[in-house]
């Protein structure tokens, strides 16, 4: 008889083929899913050429997506993303995405229902945490781990402990799951779950939209987090339904389960947030920094690019101008959400508003291209790090906030709420 797992625990054992197992334990997983994109790929399928290695393990489960400097943005980039085709040409995968196929990677596979509850997935991106919002465990690896995972369809590494977050109460008006792990990294420190698995639970999370909780998990590497994952429920079974390429596997934690720690966090504590330069966990709300002159507005990426985070955007745009001394740019997370925001009208009120609106990219999150910072200038960006120079010169500031937080801003000229703006 198996001792209580956690979910992490169980999806884990399940993928090694064993009754249990536990923190500490080093496993060879099976994966369902290997992801690279335009800057790590091509790392990755030299070392897989240079281990002598001519297939990879299943053609239907290694993922390739250009996103990083995608639309090419100068010749190396285009360079990269060549040789990336070319390999997947060669191998025949069935999910390559390239332009006007394409979207943010971890935008695309939940949405095109290649990730699904209970799979184990890798991706050579920090940012691959993002599908545990589905109840799988997904994690970031280098480029020579995913160039193994190609090869052989496994992974190895420890299983990790599992720090437990319930969050309850009820969120204040315009306070969402970006609040909630901006208030969380806040708390525990960008190294407050190093290699451990953030469980996020309680009747709030119960209560968050897949939308939500996909910002949520992505930011789980921005307290170290080896995963994040959530619980699937009925939420997550209405996301997989007429979606999901798999039959999921709905896992939950056992009760008596085994946790290095439990947090209990009241979101009616919590305010909008912002992370101020240069680290994620460098919170305060966002009315400490009412006076604060914004340069640049970001509204998109990975964390915060899908339909629900775009509606928030132009609640409060619809009918205001951005404030002359700003550029704000709104980044979709892939073509489905860009073609709904066409046919809900958002992208009319982003234009009224003088926002420019792009192709789906990575780009100005990593400080690639559309959207660079010249010294001294100021961002609020609803992307993930706030790192020095990690949107462009490293004289300049970003400040991490949700889709509320960025589009007030936008109109107001310095750091804004939306209530000061809607008034």
Known sequence: MAKPMNITEKILARACGQVEVRAGDFVNARLDLALANDITAPLAIQEFEAAGM?????????????????????IKSAEQAKLVREFARRQGLTNFYDVGRMGIEHVILPEKGLVVPGDV????????CTYGALGAF??????????AGMATGEVWLRVPETVRFNYEGEPGRYVTGKDYILYTIGLIGVDGALYQAMEFCGSAIKALSMDGRFTMCNMAIEAGGKNGIVEPDATTEEYCRGRALREPVMMKSDEGAEYERVIDIDVGSIELQVAKPHLPSNTVPASE?????????????????RIEDLRMAAEVLKGRKVHPDVRAIVFPGSQL???????????????DAEVAVSTPTCGPCLGGHMGILAAGERCVSTTNRNFVGRMGHTESEVYLAGPYVAAATAIAGTVAVPEEVLA
């Not at 290694?62 to 943005?73: A, E, G, Q, T």
């Not at 997935?121 to 691959?128: L, M, N, P, R, Y």
């Not at 959400?337 to 234009?351: R, S």
């Open 138 to 147: 997904a994690t970031g690896v280098g480029s020579t781990d995913l160039a």
């Open 289 to 305: 920094l009412a006076d604060l002159k914004i340069d640049q507005v970001v509204i998109g990426s990975c964390t915060n690019g």
């Open 337 to 351: 959400v860009y073609q709904q925001a066409i046919g809900e009208g958002l992208v009319d009120v982003f234009i």
């Open 121 to 128: 997935v890798i991706g050579a991106d920090s940012h691959t």
């Open 54 to 74: 001519t297939r990879v393990w299943d053609p239907e489960k290694v993922v390739l997506v250009c996103d990083h400097f995608v639309p090419n943005k100068d």
